[in-house]
């Protein structure tokens, strides 16, 4: 008995027994400054399910040209973060090589409730990462009992290493950038 779960430990300890997806926890900042970006866009939803809208951000150092074009290069800084009153939490925030950063808020219902009120669904921002020669798919929620984004890496393959894939911000869209009143109800 004792040798069969020697055996056991061994091979957990071997094959390793932690999940080979990491999840790591984003806290807020005070302030986040993001006077040198460009703001892609702004969408005001119930990010962590509390019946308040929060503000979803997406940034980018790559600047508007005086043609009114985006100035792309090979890479850019990308920052995604959820403004919630004073608190920002900067849920995305590096570097991108021939590539850009995406998002969507999801509202997913379940416990499959017929009609569900908005506070009754988990909320998820799922954000893809392309670059060129791979992508990442991360996925982030509300942690309510630590008042913090969990941060999931769901699709990250090894050895990626050519891809080609479609660019959503070839210019600014006035309209991706929700105006404030949304969140006011105005």
Known sequence: MFVLLEVFIITLLIAGCNSTESVESVQSVRNFATKDLTLLERAYVDADSDGTKESVELYTSAKVASDGRMGWDTGHQWVLLVRNGEAV???????VQYGEVQFWVVGINKNRIQGPESTELVRKIYVTVTTGVGMRLLGYYWDKQNLCYEKEVIFNPEDQWVMRH?????????????????????
């Open 89 to 95: 939490f900067p849920l995305f925030d590096d570097w």
């Open 166 to 186: 479609s660019n959503k911000y070839s210019i600014p869209d006035p309209y991706r950038i929700a105006p404030e009143q949304i969140l006011e109800g105005k």
